[in-house]
């Protein structure tokens, strides 16, 4: 099976801190996979080179079917070629409802006089209810998204983005300040969207990387350590040592 995404050789320095050396990575299409590491181990430089916010010194990072480089695209452009990220804090319309956040998602033509003259259509609002029923926000619809929990909000901001149909989803901790049972629907959210499509997960908490049951990969000084199972990284004397003992 051909990767969806493929990173060969990356570095990239700041001030001469190399915060990525040497990186390869690749994902399948349908795959979920955790990204663990210690602070510093360049987990958010690194979605930072694949989104376009940030450009590697060298190396490839390659792109779909096509094997486009995303080197050579903006920031608007790659997240139109579906790659869709979400930061750790929810960045949702607090003042709109949960309807109308998903609405606004929706992969429509974008273009100033569609927007003007848009209209919901059927297709439109059954794709909503689809999706509020998998972020569990079916009941919340019009509340406003202020008014929704922090974890409630981070669901909604996951939904915003499988709106737009994305292949590839970073999901930048997403476990953070939320309650147990959050915690285990979120679990269950990312795993299905796995199904459909690429979703990669940075996060510190490793039982909740256990609940996930997906390849892991350990950065460590902007490189990859290793990669396998949870059991099978944390196993290893060198992840222990950088991770693990600390």
Partial sequence: MSALLEVSGVSVSFDGFKAINNLSFSIGSAELRAI???????????????????????????WGDLSR?????????IAQA??????????????????????????NKRGPFSALFYKRSADDMTRVGELAEEINLSDRLRFKAGELSHGQKQWLEIGMLLAQDPQLLLVDEPAAGMTPSE???????????????????????????RRLN?????????????????????????????????
């Fill in 36 to 62: 663990i590491g210690p602070n510093g181990a360049g987990k958010t430089t690194f979605m930072d080179i694949i989104t376009g916010k940030t450009r590697p010194d060298e190396g490839r990072v390659v």
């Fill in 69 to 77: 480089s995303l080197l050579d695209m903006s920031e608007a452009k």
């Fill in 82 to 107: 579906g790659i869709g990220r979400k930061f750790q804090k929810p960045t949702v319309f607090e003042d709109q409802t949960v309807e109308e956040n998903l609405v606004m998602a929706l992969k």
């Fill in 183 to 209: 915690r285990e629907h979120t679990t269950a959210l990312l795993v299905e969207a796995a199904k459909t499509c690429a979703v990669v997960v940075v996060e510190h908490d490793m039982e909740f990387v």
């Fill in 214 to 246: 997906c390849r892991v990969t350990v950065l460590h000084e902007g490189a990859v350590l290793t990669e396998g199972s949870l059991d099978h990284v944390t196993s290893n004397q060198e992840v222990i040592d950088v991770y693990l003992g600390r």
